[in-house]
Structures are given as structure tokens and as C-alpha cells.
């Protein structure tokens, strides 16, 4: 299987466990809430490389690529 979708599928599946310990906790409102903050972060994390990603493709200079952390390296 491909790095990237492993490493995906394991962040979702921490995260799902993540979300059924806060319900068993907390309830399900908050599990929920906290769920949606988490995947929230993901898709800002993401977006924000892809703004970064589409700046460089503008000026393709191989010095100023911009950097990248997780999946993004």
C-alpha cells in the first residue's frame, strides 16, 4: 500500500478512536465537536500547502520551493 494512504488511514482511524473514547467520556456532542476540530486542522493543514504549492507553480525557481511537513514533504 502507498505511504501516503497509509498514513492517512491510520491518522483516521486514531482519530475515530480519539472520537469513541470522547463519547464514552464526554457524550456524544462533545465527541462529535471534537471530531469535526480535529478533520477541521487536517483540511486547514492541507489547504495551506496547496496556497504554497500554488504560489511556487506561478514562479517555478527550484531555490524557493516552498517546504512541506507530513505528506507534503
Known sequence: MNPVW????????LI?????V????SGAQTA???VCVIMLWML???VRHL???????ADPR???????SGIWE
Do not use: N
Open 16 to 20: 475515530a478512536v480519539f472520537g469513541g
Open 22 to 25: 470522547a463519547w464514552l467520556l
Open 62 to 68: 527550484p531555490e524557493a520551493l516552498p517546504p512541506g
Open 6 to 13: 497509509r498514513w492517512l488511514l491510520l491518522r483516521l482511524f
Open 44 to 46: 486547514i493543514q492541507h
Open 32 to 34: 462529535l465537536i471534537a
Open 51 to 57: 496556497a504554497r504549492l500554488s504560489r511556487w507553480i
